[in-house]
């Protein structure tokens, strides 16, 4: 077989499974992984994350668990499986592991999947803080992100645990996370320890609750990286 050329940004280089003769920016694998990497609603969407390395016994046993997850994630994402990756510290990686595993999983879904968005990042506080702004509700962002809020396959709802909602809000992403729950949509959460009834309202916080708790212990990481 022909050397690869790589002449596009692919991230999975030679390591592609689809063992092409040459790489072109018409490959299928390319275009769908791409296209839900672009479109899942991180800022600045990169398909590289950090290797992360546990510091603390818990952790590794977190680590272990997380990679199981990765490793079977259609099986969990089909089932409608919640988990809640939490940590009393920021930096410890919590965020890096919630888009591994959405990653993960655009990489075992891809084929056939056209354009389709399967997973969304959504940062919970940045999120809320336009929702302060009534007119917010008016733009097309605001209806393209409750449509993928509603209907993705997987969300991943970073820091939710880390902001102080109002009776609307919390009105609000709960109503939206009723209707995942009742569709059998997988979530993943990520935030503090403390999961507050009174500051995320009862329909949120149970079903955060509810996921399962996986406790990153470790020590902080380097300064720039996903909490």
């Not at 097309?140 to 991943?156: F, G, P, S, T, W």
Request: hydrophobic share 35%.
């Amino acid at each position: 077989m022909a050397e690869v050329d790589f002449k596009i940004d692919c991230w999975y280089g030679s390591g592609c499974t689809l063992r092409t003769e040459r790489c072109q920016k018409t490959c299928p694998l390319y275009l769908e992984m791409n296209y839900m990497i672009v479109n899942c609603g991180m800022p600045d969407a990169t398909p590289y994350i950090k290797t992360l390395i546990p510091t603390t016994d818990t952790e590794f046993e977190s680590y272990e668990r997380l990679q199981n997850i990765k490793d079977n994630i259609v099986d969990y994402v089909t089932a409608g499986h919640d988990i809640f990756i939490v940590s009393n510290y920021s930096f410890t990686g919590k965020t890096s592991w919630a888009i591994k595993l959405m990653y993960r999983y655009f990489d075992r879904i891809w084929s056939g999947n056209g354009f389709k968005v399967r997973g969304y990042f959504l940062y919970v506080p940045d999120f809320v803080t336009k929702l302060k702004a009534f007119s917010y509700k008016e733009t097309a962002e605001y209806k393209e992100i409750m449509h993928n809020l509603e209907h993705c396959d997987l969300v991943i709802w970073d820091a939710v645990t880390d902001v102080t909602l109002n009776e609307h809000e919390q009105g609000l992403l709960g109503s939206v996370l009723g209707k995942r729950f009742m569709k059998g949509k997988a979530n993943i959460y990520t935030g503090n320890a403390k999961v507050d009834l009174e500051v995320l309202g009862r329909n949120l916080a149970d079903k955060i609750n509810m996921a399962e708790r996986i406790l990153l212990d470790g020590q902080s990481r380097t300064k720039g990286m996903n909490s």
